[in-house]
């Protein structure tokens, strides 16, 4: 996790991201995705920053059964950072739109994704500290593995690699199917 943390805090955009998300003070709020799993191959293939085509934020509201939260959410970090766009999700929904049973947390949805390194989260917290949630932990990513989820649909899986172009953009990346 040390390895990961080093690499965000050398990255002054994404750092930004995650002060402004922080702000926010999101129940159970990191991001996501491709912000931390491109930053990881970018930097295995020893790449400056390729773009990110979106920037997911996911948060946890159990209450906030319509998204407002993620909606106000996503407006003001518009206002803050217009050139990005955000995605934000309240995984506590998720379910819903996946048929699944409901989530219990953040950590709980990631582990349905359709590959295990892009089920990992970051936030800042109150001190500064960059908190990883990494629910398949963290050596697939960083051995440039994209690894199939076995809770998903492994066509589904293939089309996603098929069509971000992972294998092109960072061609020392490895499928991983069982």
């Not at 934000?88 to 996946?98: E, F, I, S």
């Not at 998903?152 to 953009?169: C, E, I, M, P, S």
Request: charged share 20%; hydrophobic share 45%.
């Amino acid at each position: 996790m040390q390895r990961l943390v080093e690499i965000l805090r050398q990255d002054v955009h994404r750092m930004r991201l995650l002060k402004l998300v922080a702000a926010l003070g999101l129940p159970d709020g990191l991001l996501a995705a491709g912000f931390v799993r491109n930053l990881v191959w970018d930097n295995l293939h020893q790449f400056p920053s390729t773009a990110l085509n979106d920037v997911d934020v996911i948060y946890f509201d159990s209450c906030d059964e319509l998204g407002v939260r993620g909606q106000l959410a996503q407006v003001r970090l518009l206002e803050l950072a217009p050139e990005v766009n955000w995605q934000v999700k309240n995984q506590a929904l998720m379910h819903l739109k996946n048929n699944h049973h409901p989530y219990k947390h953040c950590e709980d949805a990631m582990t349905f994704w359709p590959e295990q390194e892009t089920a990992v989260g970051v936030a800042i917290d109150n001190n500064g500290d960059i908190n990883v949630v990494a629910p398949f932990g963290l050596t697939g990513l960083f051995a440039g593995h994209i690894t199939y989820n076995a809770k998903g649909d492994k066509q589904a899986f293939l089309h996603r690699v098929k069509h971000k172009n992972w294998l092109t953009t960072w061609p020392r990346l490895k499928l991983v199917l069982d």
